[in-house]
Antibody, heavy 126, light 106 residues
Framework: EVQLVESGGGLVQPGGSLRLSCAASGFTFSSYWMSWVRQAPGKGLEWVANIKQDGSEKYYVDSVKGRFTISRDNAKNSLYLQMNSLRAEDTAVYYC???????????????????WGQGTLVTVSS | AIRMTQSPSSFSASTGDRVTITCRASQGISSYLAWYQQKPGKAPKLLIYAASTLQSGVPSRFSGSGSGTDFTLTISCLQSEDFATYYCQQYYSYPSFGPGTKVDIK
């Protein structure tokens, strides 16, 4: 059974940093692109970033470029999101998701997500 | 960036109804479109990808159609467990989601 479990969320002041983790199990983690998707309270879904199987390609939504870094450790079956210079508008539930693409791979980060974690809440407030 | 719109934003329906949700892309995306269902407090669930391919385990009352810029999600006979919010997502380029369509009980 595919399982994705996020952790690391919490309350942080504006300008602060936080590192999210996602522990994957039930599939060969190193064979899949992975994404982070967020959802502000009462709002819709927003793709944040994704990363290729070997970490050689990473893509970000414009609003987080230069502040967030996605990474992975295939030996630990784990995905990460380092978030720096946090703003109030980054407040959201952050989901980790397994990606799929056309023909089974994501060209240039163009993926949809077939499995999602339960999410972890990040609140940016003073 | 490719912008996705959905209509309607919300509506009420009854169990047994046939419902259709529309999604439009700001530019052509071929068939690189997915549909998700989300219930309150839960993670999204993939229903359809490649515009019309049903994800494994998803009931056959769900179907998708369209290509280019205009897409639809149809639920042929609405069940109680289908009351939720539905999102479309393009993956022709960096992924982006529509604003969602909430289906609630009439």
């Amino acid at each position: 059974e595919v399982q994705l479990v996020e952790s690391g969320g919490g309350l942080v002041q504006p300008g602060g940093s936080l590192r999210l983790s996602c522990a994957a199990s039930g599939f060969t983690f190193s064979s899949y692109w992975m994404s982070w998707v967020r959802q502000a309270p009462g709002k819709g879904l927003e793709w944040v970033a994704n990363i290729k199987q070997d970490g050689s390609e990473k893509y970000y939504v414009d609003s987080v470029k230069g502040r967030f870094t996605i990474s992975r450790d295939n030996a630990k079956n784990s995905l990460y999101l380092q978030m720096n210079s946090l703003r109030a508008e980054d407040t959201a539930v952050y989901y980790c998701a397994r990606d799929q693409g056309s023909g089974g791979d994501c060209s240039g980060g163009s993926c949809y997500s077939d499995y999602w974690g339960q999410g972890t809440l990040v609140t940016v407030s003073s | 960036a490719i912008r996705m719109t959905q209509s309607p934003s919300s509506f009420s329906a009854s169990t047994g109804d046939r419902v259709t949700i529309t999604c439009r892309a700001s530019q052509g995306i071929s068939s690189y479109l997915a549909w998700y269902q989300q219930k309150p407090g839960k993670a999204p669930k993939l229903l359809i990808y490649a515009a019309s391919t049903l994800q494994s385990g998803v009931p056959s009352r769900f179907s998708g159609s369209g290509s280019g810029t205009d897409f639809t999600l149809t639920i042929s006979c609405l069940q109680s467990e289908d009351f939720a919010t539905y999102y479309c997502q393009q993956y022709y380029s960096y992924p982006s989601f529509g604003p969602g369509t909430k289906v609630d009980i009439k």
